[in-house]
């Protein structure tokens, strides 16, 4: 009875364990998804108002944790340059992204505010494009490897349970 | 404010190790600084009430500056939008917040014969503005007459204290009940952040910015209904034009320009018209002796 009853914590564990890795990729799948919204937007206002980076970066704010802690960090360090607040920003929120998409992302902090509206609103249509890419790419890979990473962590669970219990 | 206050709010743009050995300086010598400035690969100096120049060093040595302190100050003094400060680069200088304002110079790209910007920058001039109220008080009964306000221009040498002398008399304008209309180009006299005055330019007075002199004045008169039209450092043949419109629409004239006296003025061909037609009947000079200014008016 103890063996089963510590088999089925440890076939739980896993699969705990496992709907953690699915969700790692389905939380990137959104991040990657609310950035591809916010440039979206960025490029709308620049190539619209040539609206202020930081009036931008408030109204995203309102949508959005990453601006919202960029904005508190003007408040707090308005002495660094935006791309230096945008980095770090993007260093202390360990996101789930890949290294290849952190790279992408941290160009749109040295394009924002860096030229006139309508360059912005190109450059910025470039890594949107990219982030779309990376974006669908994610979006399957949470629906593959996810269900694969569930359907493993499961499997080692029971055995780990069945090996428990013989 | 005082001005230790305006200087430590005009030193916000320079990165942090330059302010901070600006704000080194004894409160004492802080208290007369009037500029602020940056040279790449020379120092960091500022400028008292009297023109003099003088280096800071912390150490020894004078503070050292490189393009790239430069580059930095004008985005933070920009606010990281290089998108709205486009026009304000291609002349050369940029508001900031309080009123001050970072002039620039350097290796200029140009575009279609005009400056467009700065590839790199060599040195930068932050002007610490704290405006002095009441320099007009003396002299605005002068420049009236029968209740009602005399155009009035006024001349002196560049940094002498045209732009603070035009910023009380509208002041006292309004305090009059005078409505004032100001085209303020270079964002010097009212200072607009997010559409407040940043300086005092009291509550009747409605300011055109981000615009040429020119187009500002007529933009005020079509839309202000103004009883007097202001502008700062009038230079420009439009700015000229705009303002013989408006003397001829019935609205009082309130400018400044760069000279010593009218003769000066009259063989600048610009100002030809604004003499020949009689725009202004008042001349207001300014004298500088060390720190002090006196103001003289004369009827034209």
Redesign the interface.
């Known amino acids: 009875m103890v063996h089963l009853l510590g088999g089925g914590v440890v076939t739980l564990a896993c699969v705990w364990a496992g709907w953690q890795g699915r969700q790692w990729y389905y939380r990137r799948w959104n991040r990657l998804n609310r950035f591809c919204h916010a440039l979206a937007r960025m490029e709308a206002e620049?190539g619209s108002w040539?609206?202020?980076?930081?009036t931008l970066m408030s109204l995203l704010a309102e949508e959005d944790e990453f601006f919202r802690r960029l904005c508190r960090k003007e408040n707090q360090n308005?002495?660094d340059?935006?791309s230096t607040l945008w980095t770090n920003t993007m260093n202390e929120m360990s996101l789930p992204l890949t290294e290849e998409e952190r790279t992408l992302l941290n160009r749109t902090g040295t394009v924002?505010?860096?030229?006139?509206?309508k360059t912005?609103a190109f450059l910025l249509g470039n890594i949107r494009v990219q982030l779309q890419h990376c974006t669908e790419t994610a979006r399957q890979q949470a629906a593959r490897q996810g269900r694969m990473v569930v359907l493993f962590s499961l499997s080692a669970g029971l055995t780990l349970t069945v090996l428990l219990i013989s | 404010m005082k001005r230790i206050q305006a200087v430590e709010q005009a030193a916000?743009v320079l990165?942090?190790e330059l302010?901070l050995a600006l704000l080194s300086q004894e409160p004492s010598q802080l208290n007369r600084c009037e500029e602020i400035r940056a040279r790449a690969g020379r120092g960091l100096s500022w400028t008292d009430d009297t023109g003099t120049e003088h280096p800071v060093c912390p150490g020894s040595a004078p503070m050292p500056v490189t393009a790239e302190d430069l580059r930095?100050a004008v985005?933070?003094a920009?606010?990281?939008?290089?998108?709205?400060v486009?026009d304000k680069l291609a002349n050369g200088f940029l508001p900031l917040r309080g009123g001050h304002r970072l002039g620039l110079c350097g290796t200029a790209a140009i575009r279609e014969g005009s400056i467009l910007q700065f590839r790199t920058l060599s040195s930068v001039n932050i002007r610490v503005a704290c405006p002095v109220e009441n320099v007009g008080a003396e002299l605005l009964p002068e420049l009236m007459a029968a209740d009602r306000f005399q155009s009035t221009l006024i001349l002196a040498p560049p940094g002498e204290g045209k732009t603070t002398l035009l910023r009380d008399l509208i002041r006292l304008l309004g305090a009059r009940g005078i409505r004032t209309g100001l085209a303020d180009e270079r964002g010097e006299v009212a200072a607009l952040y997010q559409g407040v005055p940043q300086l005092e330019v009291g509550t009747l007075c409605d300011v055109a910015d981000g615009c040429g002199k020119g187009e500002g004045l007529l933009l005020l008169l079509r839309t202000m209904n103004p009883h007097v039209l202001a502008a700062d450092e009038v230079s420009k043949p439009e700015d000229v034009e705009a303002i013989c419109q408006g003397a001829n629409c019935g609205a009082a004239i309130l400018a400044t320009a760069h000279g010593g006296s009218v003769e000066e003025l009259g063989r600048r061909g610009v100002y030809r018209p604004l003499l020949e037609q009689h725009v202004f009947s008042r001349l207001v000079t300014i004298h500088r002796e060390n720190a002090r200014r006196s103001y003289e008016v004369h009827p034209l």
């Open positions: 620049l040539e609206t202020d980076t930081w308005g002495e340059s935006f924002l505010g860096r030229y006139d509206g912005q | 916000m990165p942090r302010r930095m985005e933070l920009a606010r990281s939008s290089m998108q709205g486009q």
